[in-house]
């Protein structure tokens, strides 16, 4: 695996070496040794999964207090937008945020760490999404930040009305709801 960090540094994409040949394709997509020298320290996954949106699904940007997660994700099959925003008060990039293509194709993985509002846009027909986070789930913690703040002002590809293609975002209840960046809930 590859790694690099993005804009907020502790946001980092992997990149996997794909091995192939007449029979298909082969790459290691998860590394404990490579991943925990590119993030700087150890980490324990303790949950994996999975999900699959249709194009134009806005999953995010959602977070937890109390039970911070931190994710390292992947898609498996389609394309998505991925995006971090950092919502750590204290830290000097609060409020920004970092994008990156993930697809099947390009095979980029992204950690995203604890301190940090985490969500995608599906831009394929569907998309398989796959991620191990660093806490289970506590619905009772999980809070969301709206995807179009306008503090944070996330360039989601093909939403503006800018774009040539625009469409409108597919939102559920909970993530149309979202909280602004001004209001969140500190971690």
Request: hydrophobic share 40%; net charge negative.
């Amino acid at each position: 695996m590859i790694a690099a960090a993005l804009a907020i540094p502790e946001v980092i994409v992997f990149e996997a070496k794909v091995f192939t040949d007449s029979r298909g394709f082969f790459f290691e997509s998860f590394n404990a040794r490579a991943f925990t020298e590119a993030v700087g320290k150890a980490v324990t996954f303790v949950q994996d999964n999975f999900s699959r949106s249709t194009k134009g699904v806005v999953r995010g940007m959602h977070y937890q207090v109390v039970h911070p997660q931190g994710k390292f994700v992947r898609v498996t099959s389609g394309e998505v937008f991925d995006v971090a925003v950092d919502i750590r008060r204290n830290s000097p990039t609060f409020g920004k945020w970092v994008g990156e293509y993930l697809s099947a194709n390009n095979g980029k993985a992204l950690w995203v760490p604890e301190g940090f509002a985490h969500g995608f846009l599906v831009l394929s027909d569907t998309a398989d999404f796959q991620y191990k986070v660093t806490d289970y789930w506590y619905a009772e913690h999980e809070r969301c930040l709206r995807y179009d703040d306008p503090d944070v002002a996330i360039e989601w590809p093909s939403l503006s009305p800018q774009s040539k293609s625009s469409i409108p975002p597919v939102l559920s209840d909970k993530d149309r709801q979202g909280a602004p960046l001004h209001a969140l809930e500190p971690l």
